[in-house]
């Protein structure tokens, strides 16, 4: 332990040599570090210290520590599982997906606007489980949007998307207004690296909400399985309309879309 004086102020400023500690104890100390500083500041130290950050002991200590199962059973299935990464990402057990209720508007959702446009209001029916009672509104004519997810940068990688191929979840939640019909589908497709190349697609065109509804949320849901090799993207596209042709936004009411990635 060594001691230098931090200027005028008279504080000290202690620095401790953690050279002589072995291994099992390093570790532990780095394990209480944020993700983020290990990656990108503490792997370039040494390269004793680089290797314990590429290690799978250091993120499964951080991993039990902050009860991160999804990612615990991750390692299980994929040995060789890019801990780092997955740990910063996430890319499980969340909804990759942004901006699924409408809480920001129609950012990061690409938009075809039919009739009056899309608009965003609040729910006029509670929708359990979503993260916001607001939703995405269409109008007399059709009214689409979609997002496409790149899942390596969402922190998956070629290997798990080619050998594993983990289960892809859609769902998606669709309600009427009491005094006006509706018309919902969705079209959701697994892509290739080219973003053009289809391996893998899902479509479905429930029937019309009729006017004189309650108002309630339906639900539409897949999963992608065994899917083969290549995929990268997921196209997810959903639109909607009224059944009256009437001006203004009585169509197809859309909320908590989401495509989540999981391990089985």
């Known amino acids: 332990m060594g001691q230098s004086a931090s200027g005028a102020s008279g504080d000290t400023l202690c620095r401790m040599d953690l050279g002589p500690l072995p291994d099992e104890l390093l ?3 780095l394990s209480f570090l944020p993700g983020r500083e290990l990656l990108w ?26 009860r991160r199962t999804s990612l615990l059973e991750a390692a299980r299935c994929c040995p060789d599982l890019p801990w780092g990464r997955v740990y910063l990402k996430e890319p499980f057990a969340r909804n990759l997906l942004r901006n699924p209720c409408g809480t920001e508007q129609f950012q990061h959702w690409k938009l075809q606007h039919g009739g009056d446009r899309w608009s965003v209001e609040n729910n006029r029916s509670h929708l359990e489980g979503a993260k ?3 939703c995405f509104v269409t109008s007399f ?7 496409v997810i790149d899942l390596l940068k969402e922190g998956l990688w ?4 080619d050998h594993h191929q983990p289960e892809i979840l859609v769902t998606d939640w669709y309600a009427g207004r009491n005094d006006c019909g509706c018309v919902y589908s969705i079209h959701v497709k697994l892509l290739a690296a080219d973003k053009t190349s289809v391996i893998a697609t899902f479509q479905e ?6 006017q004189w509804n309650d ?10 399985r065994n899917y083969g090799p290549g995929v990268r993207f997921v196209h997810f596209l959903h639109k909607g309309k009224d059944t009256q042709f009437w001006a203004g936004h009585y169509g197809a009411r859309i909320s908590n879309s ?5 391990l089985r």
Request: glycine share 0%.
């Open 27 to 29: 570790l532990l100390v």
């Open 41 to 66: 500041n503490c792997r370039r130290v040494c390269r004793r210290w680089r290797c314990l950050v590429d290690s799978p002991c250091l993120w499964r200590v951080k991993c039990e520590r902050e």
């Open 132 to 134: 916001a009672q607001s």
């Open 141 to 147: 004519n059709w009214c689409i949007k979609w997002q």
């Open 158 to 161: 070629e290997k798990l998307l």
């Open 205 to 210: 065109n429930p029937e019309p909400i009729p």
């Open 215 to 224: 108002e309630q949320y339906h639900q539409v849901s897949h999963v992608f």
């Open 258 to 262: 989401t495509v989540m990635v999981a």
